[in-house]
């Protein structure tokens, strides 16, 4: 399973748009990229998952160049409940479903 | 809401005792999963079990004892744990969690803040 690199944590004001970059230069051609966000005391939770290119929902966009090695993950707009902890996660998801869970970004929303 | 419920929410216990998390989905997954996640650390993936038969074990000290009775319920029993077993405890369940299977998406439940005095 690729290794990931992220900022351990970052600030934001509310109203601004968050990027979060995610490293994964040893990405495997059949690895997806997915987050997950957690807010504290709790379990995770899917945001967005992608292959290559630009993927879009209701919650966020994720944007992956094209030699894979890193994503980014971008939050519009953001209020104070988005104050939570994001995970990249990168495998090839057809084994049993395990996923590895890096140190994460702790996003700080302010007013 | 995530359809996984787990309980109880939480959970002070001494060294000698036993005791059981309890996890059920009401999602009609297949594979369930204990995560163990300390402060300041990522989730630590404990075991899986897919179709009630276990495929992972990551190492876990045998004062963790998993059970998965049914695909919808899984148990987790503890006994003479350790101060450093603190943590929360999270349950999840997916589609599939055989090797053969595509990307599933996990859900979380709420998990289990246990302490250990």
């Known amino acids: ?111 | 809401e995530t359809g996984v419920t787990q309980t109880p929410r939480h959970l002070v216990m001494g060294m000698t005792n036993k005791k059981s998390l309890k996890c059920e989905q009401h999602l009609g997954h297949n594979a369930m999963y204990w995560y163990k996640q300390s402060a300041k650390k990522p989730l630590e993936l404990m075991f899986v079990y897919s179709l009630e038969e276990r495929v992972e074990n990551n190492s876990v000290p045998s004062r963790f004892s998993p059970e998965c009775p049914n695909s919808s319920h899984l148990f987790l029993h503890l006994h003479t744990l350790q101060p450093e077993d603190s943590a929360l405890y999270l349950c999840a369940s997916s589609p599939s969690g055989t090797p053969s299977s595509s990307y599933n998406e996990q859900f979380f439940g709420p998990g289990t803040r246990l302490t250990v005095l």
């Open chain 1, 1 to 111: 399973l690729a290794k990931t690199t992220q900022p351990i944590s970052m600030d934001s004001y509310e109203g601004q748009e968050v990027n979060i970059t995610c490293s994964h230069n040893n990405i495997a051609t059949n690895d997806y990229i997915t987050w997950y966000q957690q807010f504290p005391s709790q379990g995770p939770r899917f945001i967005i998952q992608g292959y290559k290119t630009k993927v879009t929902n209701e919650v966020a966009s994720l944007f992956i160049p094209a030699d894979r090695k890193s994503s980014t993950l971008s939050l519009p707009r953001v209020s104070l409940s988005d104050t939570a902890v994001y995970y990249c996660l990168v495998g090839r998801y057809n084994q049993g479903g395990k996923l590895i869970f890096g140190q994460g970004t702790e996003l700080s929303v302010k007013p």
